[in-house]
């Protein structure tokens, strides 16, 4: 098995933070999960993920 970059282990951070908000976020303002807003999520952490992968490419990795 090879090496895992430290970025992808700071991306699934980043998803699980999106996951939280998004679970609080749908139980206080909506009642529960649902289809739509499922597919929130999964365009939300589409996007989350993107960008936290680019700044790693970037070199910001050190920074973060």
Known sequence: AG???PGLH???LVEALV???YR????K???????D???WFVSVCEV?????LALC???MERLI
């Open 37 to 39: 807003l499922a597919g």
């Open 10 to 12: 700071g991306n699934f």
């Open 19 to 21: 996951w939280m908000y």
């Open 57 to 59: 490419s970037l070199g």
């Open 29 to 35: 303002y909506f009642g529960g999960i649902t289809g």
């Open 24 to 27: 609080r976020m749908s139980e």
């Open 48 to 52: 989350t993920g993107m960008v936290w």
């Open 3 to 5: 090496r895992v970059s």
